[in-house]
């Protein structure tokens, strides 16, 4: 009990005005870090999610025969082989990053052709609409690889351990070694408290 008041007047007077300066300034800053973070990790993720897209081009157009055939069984009434094949696209499409809203077209189709009476004119154009996404997607994809890709690849490489860095699955061994000595710094904590 002495000893806790020996203590307690050792506490400056203004201590508690100085501490909650600290605990506005510590908000302040751990929400502009949160921001700043938040900012640049998304920013990353998109140029990620990006050269994905781009990269699975290839996958993309390996379903253009079965698009083929089912326009071909959609042209010629044959519904229940149609929803096979968007079945099977489906799986597929789960695959491929940046499909969404071609599947969604794609269900769109199955939920016309599923009625017990097919309206004729939205069938035809819910089909038109998702083959029409799909060679838009395989043309951006295959432009993009040839001609993007390469520029995109080279700023990841100037971004990646800088702005990217707290994405990246793992980090080199230098840098492991800076983070591990940056966080071995004392710091005085003592207005936590």
Aim: hydrophobic share 35%.
């Amino acid at each position: 009990m002495r000893e806790i008041k020996e203590i307690n007047k050792q506490i400056p007077e203004n201590w508690t005005s100085k501490n909650k300066e600290f605990e506005i300034l510590l908000k302040a800053k751990n929400t502009k870090t949160k921001r700043y973070r938040k900012n640049v990790d998304q920013a990353y993720d998109n140029l990620d999610q990006i050269v994905m897209f781009i990269q699975e081009h290839k996958k993309l157009e390996e379903l253009s025969p079965e698009i083929k055939k089912l326009k071909n069984t959609i042209d010629n009434e044959n519904y229940e082989n149609s929803i096979a094949i968007i079945d099977n696209l489906f799986e597929k499409l789960g695959e491929i990053s940046g499909t969404e809203e071609f599947a969604n077209k794609l269900d769109d189709l199955v939920s016309i052709i599923d009625n017990d009476e097919i309206d004729e004119e939205k069938l035809l154009s819910a089909s038109s609409e998702a083959f029409s996404l799909f060679d838009l997607e395989v043309s951006w994809r295959n432009n993009a690889n040839k001609n993007l890709l390469p520029e995109l690849m080279k700023y990841n490489e100037v971004i990646k351990n800088n702005i990217g860095l707290r994405l990246q699955s793992k980090l080199t061994k230098e840098q492991a070694k800076f983070v591990a000595r940056c966080n071995s710094v004392h710091r005085d904590v003592s207005l936590n408290f």
